[in-house]
């Protein structure tokens, strides 16, 4: 079993920025693909960026077209962490902001190809 933490979420202004961390345990961080998901009221969860395991470097990445350019995931395997700093925030951007993983070398960007979640932190932008 993997247990996934968000956290970094909270209140910001339109234009602003925030660095959200998920930090995993229970077994090693190796070989897992990571993925940042959200999920507004009454919306579905949706994509929003992902990456790969590549050894000691961060591996390739993917991002939602709503978010390309301002939106930048990244992982420190040395502490079993991934990372997504968002800039240029936009009202849009609000959502509960969740980290996934998966045992895979592959880059995963389906959310039914996770088959770990965190509890999710939440992201409200005011405009």
């Known amino acids: 079993q993997v247990q996934l933490v968000e956290s970094g979420g909270g209140l910001v202004q339109a234009g602003g920025s925030l660095r959200l961390s998920c930090t995993a345990s229970?077994?090693?961080?190796?070989?897992?693909?990571m993925g940042w998901f959200r999920q507004a009221p009454g919306k579905e969860r949706e994509f929003v960026a992902a990456v790969s395991w590549s050894g000691g470097s961060t591996g390739s990445t993917r991002y939602a077209d709503s978010v390309k350019g301002r939106f930048t995931i990244s992982r420190d395997n040395s502490k079993n962490s991934v990372f997504l700093q968002m800039d240029s925030l936009k009202p849009e951007d609000t959502a509960n902001y969740y980290c996934?993983?998966?045992?895979?070398?592959?880059?995963?960007?389906?959310?039914?190809?996770?088959?770990?979640w965190g509890q999710g932190t939440q992201v409200t932008v005011s405009s």
């Open positions: 996934a993983a998966v045992r895979t070398i592959s880059l995963v960007t389906p959310k039914g190809g996770y088959d770990y």
């Open positions: 229970g077994r090693t961080f190796g070989s897992y693909a």
